[in-house]
C-alpha cells in the first residue's frame, strides 16, 4: 500500500456544482452557458451535465437541451457499458442522429482517455477519477477494478439510492471484480447532502465488504465518501482494517 497512509481525515478541492438550470441555455445569463464556461475555463469547468448539453447543442419542443442532457445522464449512470444506440434513441428528444453522436462521443473517450492504467496511491485519486458523480442527486456507490499494481482496470456505478442512502449487496461489486480478474478494489459513493459523515450503513457495507474480500484474497483499498469539493477515507480514519 505504497503511499496510501501519507494523507489523513478529510480534504478540500475545488470542484463547481451543477449550475445549469432546466430552462433553454439561452435564459442563462452569458457567463453561465455551458459553452461559454467552456471557452473560458475548459471543459474540466463543466459538469457532466453542461458537457452532454453541449454535445446535444438542441432539446426539443416542451423538453429543453438542459433536460434532455439531464436524462441522458441518468440513463448512462445505470449502464456499466455504452448503451446501445436502440436505447439511446428512446430517450425522448434524442433520436438516432444523436444517439449515434453520443455512442461514437462515449466509444472514441473511452478508446483515447480511459481511466485504465491510472495508478491509485492516494484517496484522493479515487476522488480525482469519481468526483464527477458528485452533483448527482441520489447517491451513487462506485466500484474501482484495480490490478495487483493498484492501476484501474475497470470503474462502475454499482447501484444508484436514494437521496440520502444507497443499497449494495457484496455480490453486485464482485461480481464485476471478478469479472476484471481484479487483485485489488476501492469503492465509493456520493453523499447529496455535502455532509461527509459515515453512516451506520456505510460502516456495515465496508465490513462486509472487507469479510468478503478476505475470503476471496482481494485487497481492499478503501472506501471514500465524497461531495463535490471534499472527501472522507474510511482507511485513512481507521476503519478499515487490512493492510
Do not use: H, Y
Given at each position: 500500500m505504497e503511499n496510501y497512509s501519507d494523507c489523513f481525515g478529510e480534504r478540500t478541492v475545488r470542484y463547481p456544482g451543477e449550475i445549469m438550470a432546466c430552462r433553454a441555455l439561452m435564459e442563462l445569463p452569458?457567463?453561465?452557458?455551458?459553452?461559454?464556461?467552456?471557452?473560458?475555463?475548459?471543459?474540466?469547468?463543466?459538469?457532466?451535465?453542461?458537457?452532454?448539453?453541449?454535445?446535444?447543442?438542441?432539446?426539443?419542443?416542451?423538453?429543453?437541451?438542459?433536460?434532455?442532457?439531464?436524462?441522458?445522464?441518468?440513463?448512462?449512470?445505470?449502464?456499466?457499458?455504452?448503451?446501445?444506440?436502440?436505447?439511446?434513441?428512446?430517450?425522448?428528444?434524442?433520436?438516432?442522429?444523436?444517439?449515434?453522436?453520443?455512442?461514437?462521443?462515449?466509444?472514441?473517450?473511452?478508446?483515447?482517455?480511459?481511466?485504465?492504467?491510472i495508478r491509485i496511491k492516494l484517496p484522493s485519486d479515487i476522488f480525482a477519477l469519481v468526483r464527477h458523480y458528485a452533483n448527482r442527486k441520489q447517491e451513487r456507490f462506485i466500484s474501482i477494478s484495480l490490478n495487483g499494481a493498484h492501476e484501474v482496470l475497470e470503474i462502475r456505478v454499482v447501484t444508484i439510492g436514494l437521496l440520502n442512502r444507497t443499497i449494495v449487496h457484496p455480490r453486485e461489486v464482485f461480481a464485476d471484480l471478478i469479472q476484471d480478474r481484479a487483485a485489488a478494489f476501492c469503492v465509493a459513493h456520493n453523499h447529496p447532502s455535502g455532509q461527509l459523515q459515515s453512516s451506520s450503513e456505510d460502516e456495515g457495507i465496508t465490513r462486509r465488504l472487507q469479510s468478503a474480500a478476505d475470503i476471496l484474497g482481494l485487497h481492499f483499498l478503501d472506501h471514500i465518501i465524497f461531495s463535490e469539493t471534499s472527501w472522507w477515507s474510511f482507511r485513512q480514519n481507521g476503519k478499515l482494517g487490512g493492510e
Open positions: 452569458p457567463k453561465q452557458r455551458p459553452r461559454e464556461r467552456l471557452l473560458e475555463k475548459g471543459p474540466a469547468a463543466l459538469s457532466d451535465t453542461e458537457l452532454l448539453a453541449i454535445l446535444l447543442n438542441t432539446g426539443i419542443k416542451g423538453k429543453n437541451v438542459g433536460a434532455l442532457a439531464a436524462e441522458l445522464l441518468e440513463l448512462l449512470d445505470r449502464n456499466k457499458d455504452i448503451p446501445p444506440v436502440q436505447e439511446l434513441s428512446r430517450l425522448v428528444g434524442l433520436g438516432k442522429s444523436k444517439a449515434c453522436a453520443v455512442a461514437a462521443m462515449l466509444e472514441f473517450g473511452r478508446r483515447r482517455w480511459g481511466s485504465c492504467g
